[in-house]
């Protein structure tokens, strides 16, 4: 009776898929928008052709060859032929191998996009029937069904890859990450994608389930297992005795990779930043002094003499992120990060000085005094052997046993001191006024004055506005004249440089306006759309694209809350959403909500889809920015739109069975295709946040660029190696597997939390840029790596970089010469255009290297320039002696001439 009702309660649920009203505004429920069976760009129509012994089916830069299965017999990718003998199924009835007779396979559908497959053969005790449909991107997905013609057992149900073993060096089990194949193998539990290949392409098995799968260790359903000529991938379907009383249907998919080109514009200049009146907002400003020889950081002290200009008891708006009250004074910012620094807390309602070192704070003086606005105050910082605030001559602060600035040692080298903000700093920009300085004394342990400038003098070059006593002033600030003499203003009085006017000085090409666009979390509904029309029409002007945030929830605060969450979320139905504060968070700062992961099964994919049509055409927004929404994980229970299944294996639950949730690749796979028409039809850019998805490349395809490494978070912080530097943490070898694009045809983008000491932005760039992907700064609104990756960006820009040949450290046909490292902690990656080359040399071990950096070819005459330290070196050997510190990177230009054997340069010399 039980099971009578289960039967009955969840046909009711069924139905309810096809007949149910909505009270919220459901036009876009069932829209077919962005469905297409057109052969999207950049892919090109397959091609087939029939032979005497295959058939033959091209998609872009690959081919698969079938003969008496609809499984490939033989797969080219990336111009290699990856397999050492066709895939072998293997099936074993009651002890005895199946060889299955009349094996045939024919083309049953054939189109620009797409062409299907069927093949039947039998043997004594079964048939094997097969159907596989191929896509344009070179997905082949395939159903096989096993049918017994009487009571059987099955032993065994097997795939075997078999894959050259130059080729299977990498592997990666999605939803996990992986790197270099071990010599004794891997083995782990149904998984929904394995891919083993090299850093330039390999080939993928994918399933959405594991239904029917029976196997005496789950944790060998899927192997890993080299061999002296050929390495297998080994799907475990069956290794555990099985009766079926019915056909069984397995289905897969078979994908090899790369998936599509590499584009010559992969370098996007991007970063989270946008925010509304962006475009009204001042820019930050400060003063800036080189810190070698104008300040002793061991012992001495800091006299500033100013006004505060800014309201000192603000009223907090909860819309407002509170370090945008807080205002820059005075600090010392090394080129390593480090900073020691003065400023107004609004915490504190007073002054605070912090020390970051590798980007953690590691003192914090709270000021107990309190400035008074628009009068002029004398603050001292005095550093020797303790910390002493002090305002008008009292104590303000302090703190005892720390030495100097830092509590340590260290080198100015190329630090700065510097008046004001952070210039970009663009949380400043949410709260107008700052200081008035008019005068900076430093001085030396000994009281010997290192600077001193009272902005009496002032140059004016370039636009910019200099100091005798070589204080560099940002644009927005002004010099003056106060009721005590010159002072500098720190702050704009008038907004003339905008916050989008500094993004767009830094290079910036495409900004992304996080959660915090739509008042309702991932939801088509701007929270101010005069704003963003006004927004998005400045950005233009200047040449910036903005991407607007989608993410893979919704929420509780959208319209269909009520009448579809039950069938939307990746959950069982009937589960409680649990508390709420496990609940994902929307944007918070608006309206208070709580968010939950839907299922792109489910029919919030067609909102999704429909509402990205809408606001582009609404917003006229150039594109969206995907956070996980290409990402069909975890594993989806919800029956009501299809997902999961019962075990063990009946459609509905009887007693005591339970479900297991199911990877909904397929539909991802839609989605993802459906927003790419969308997107691309309006000419706009996909970038995808896929944290560990980057290898499930029947969806991430479907992305301009993807973002990748907030998952990698989570192995290092729980297996952290004992020296953890940067490529400890994250080696060559699974930075190729997971984060490089080259292997699957997308481009690449570092995600970076930072984590001191090792994993940090000057740290970890050596890696990422080893690998031609660059790290997208971290802090969305801080953006204090802004100024650094700028740097690379002109500097790839200058040479060219997208109209060259890349040449990666593993590449044969590297044009470039390392030589003296024996430990190959240090590697080299170039750019080559014409005769010049952009060399990436990295040293991605803890201590300083000395390499010589030649060309191969002998007869050319070199001019070498280290962009890093802007240094040019002329040599006839055709060699450079570096000397690169730890954890670190230069980026050398070489200039070529070919020298003839009398020792001249050859006329018309090219590459």
């Known amino acids: 009776m039980r099971r009578i009702l289960t039967i009955m309660a969840g046909i ?92 045939k396979v024919t083309i049953t559908r054939k189109t620009p996009s797409s062409v299907s497959l069927s093949s039947e053969s039998q043997s004594r005790v079964l048939r094997l029937t097969g159907k596989a449909d191929i896509h344009y991107d070179g997905l082949i997905w395939i159903k096989l069904t096993i049918s017994p013609k009487r009571a059987l057992t099955l032993d065994k149900v097997t795939l075997d890859i078999p894959v050259k073993n130059e080729i299977a060096e990498l592997y990666n089990f999605w939803p996990k990450a992986g790197r270099s194949i071990p010599p004794k193998g891997i083995a782990a539990p149904y998984t929904g994608l394995a891919w083993i290949g090299w850093e330039e392409g390999g080939i993928s098995w994918m399933a959405e389930s594991d239904q029917h799968w029976y196997n005496v260790n789950k944790n060998r359903a899927i192997e890993v297992i080299p061999g002296k000529k050929e390495t297998l991938l080994r799907i475990r379907m069956i290794d555990q005795a099985f009766s079926p009383n019915q056909p069984v249907t397995y289905s897969f998919g078979l994908q090899a990779t790369p998936v599509k080109p590499i584009p010559a514009d992969r370098h996007k200049k991007m970063i989270h930043c946008a925010f509304y009146n962006m475009e009204k907002m001042p820019a930050a400003v400060n003063l800036t002094y080189p810190a070698s020889g104008n300040i002793d950081p061991m012992s001495g002290e800091a006299v500033i003499k100013c006004r505060p200009e800014f309201e000192l008891n603000p009223v907090i708006n909860r819309d407002t992120p509170r370090w945008s009250y807080c205002r820059e004074l005075f600090a010392v910012v090394l080129r390593n990060g480090d900073v020691a620094r003065l400023y107004w807390n609004v915490d504190d309602r007073g002054l605070r000085y912090e020390v970051y070192r590798n980007g953690a704070p590691i003192l914090v003086i709270n000021g107990r005094k309190k400035l008074e606005r628009n009068r002029y105050h004398e603050i001292k910082l005095s550093w020797g052997e303790k910390i002493e605030i002090q305002i008008d001559g009292s104590s303000a602060g302090e703190k005892s046993g720390f030495k100097g600035l830092f509590d340590s040692e ?145 929420s509780d605060k959208a319209p269909e809350w009520d009448e579809m969450a039950e069938r939307v979320l990746n959950k069982p139905p009937g589960q409680p959403l649990g508390p709420a504060g496990k609940a994902r968070w929307g944007s918070r700062y608006q309206l208070e909500q709580n968010a939950y992961r839907y299922c792109s099964k489910s029919e919030w994919q067609d909102r999704i889809v429909a509402g990205i049509a809408e606001t582009m055409d609404r917003y006229g927004v ?50 993802a295709q459906r927003i790419y028409q969308v997107v691309k039809s309006r000419g706009g850019y996909i970038n995808a946040n896929v944290a560990w998805g980057a290898a499930l490349t029947p969806v991430t395809a479907y992305a301009d660029s993807y973002w990748d490494g907030e998952a990698w978070d989570l ?8 020296e953890d530097n940067a490529s400890d943490i994250l080696p060559c070898d699974a930075f190729c597997a997971e984060f490089a694009g080259r292997n699957w045809g997308v481009p690449a983008e570092m995600l970076l939390y930072k984590k001191p000491p090792r994993w940090m932005f000057d740290t970890v760039l050596p890696l990422t840029l080893l690998h031609d992907t660059l790290i997208r700064p971290e802090m969305w609104w801080n953006a204090y790596d802004l100024g650094k990756i700028s740097r690379i960006w002109s500097i790839m820009d200058k040479f060219g970089v997208r109209h060259s040949e890349w040449f990666a450290y593993w590449n044969k046909n590297n044009p470039v010469l390392l030589s003296g490292e024996r430990e190959r902690k240090v590697k080299a990656s170039i750019y080559s255009r014409d005769s010049s080359y952009l060399v990436v040399v990295s040293n991605l071990g803890s201590t300083d290297k000395s390499v010589l950096l030649s060309m191969k070819n002998r007869n050319l005459k070199c001019r070498f320039t280290d962009l890093t330290d802007n240094k040019e070196i002329v040599s006839d050997a055709a060699g450079m002696m570096l000397t690169i510190p730890g954890q670190a990177m230069k980026l050398i230009q070489i200039e070529t001439e070919i020298v003839s054997s009398e020792g001249k340069v050859a006329e018309g010399h090219e590459k």
């Open 410 to 554: 260290i080198s100015l080298g190329k630090g700065r001191i510097m008046l004001g903000t952070h210039p970009f700093d663009f949380m400043s920009s949410y709260c107008n006024g700052g200081f008035i300085v008019t005068r900076l004394a430093l001085h030396a342990g000994n009281g010997k004055l290192l600077l001193d400038d009272d902005f009496s003098n002032i140059l004016q070059a370039d636009d910019s506005s200099q100091t005798a006593a070589g204080g560099l002033l940002s644009q927005g600030g002004a010099f003056v004249n106060t009721s005590v003499g010159t002072g500098v203003r720190l702050y704009q009085t008038d907004v003339e440089i905008s916050v989008l006017d500094r993004v767009a000085e830094m290079g910036v090409d495409t900004i992304i306006f996080h959660q915090n666009w739509a008042d309702i979390q991932s939801y088509p509904r701007a929270s101010k759309p005069e704003l963003l029309d006004n927004l998005v029409k400045e950005a233009h002007k200047r040449n910036i694209k903005i991407l607007v945030y989608f993410g893979f929830e919704m």
């Open 622 to 671: 150039d594109g969206v920015y995907l956070d996980a929404v290409y990402v069909p994980y975890p594993p989806c229970t919800n029956y009501l739109h299809g997902c999961g299944y019962w075990t063990p294996g009946m459609h509905w639950a009887p007693e005591g069975s339970s479900i297991k949730g199911t990877y909904p690749i397929l539909a991802a796979r839609r989605m």
């Open 715 to 722: 192995i290092w912080g729980a297996n952290r190696p004992k």
């Open 12 to 103: 009711c649920l069924v139905s309810l898929l096809g007949f149910y009203s909505v009270s919220a505004d459901s036009t876009w429920l069932g829209s077919k928008i962005g469905l297409t069976n057109d052969v999207m760009s950049p892919w090109t129509a397959l091609q087939t052709n029939v032979d005497s012994t295959c058939i033959n089916v091209k998609a872009w830069a690959r081919q698969y060859s079938f003969t008496d299965s609809v499984i490939p017999c033989r797969i080219v990718t990336a111009g290699r032929s990856i397999l050492s003998r066709p895939i072998d199924l293997q099936v074993v009835v009651e002890g005895e191998r199946q060889r299955l007779s009349g094996a």
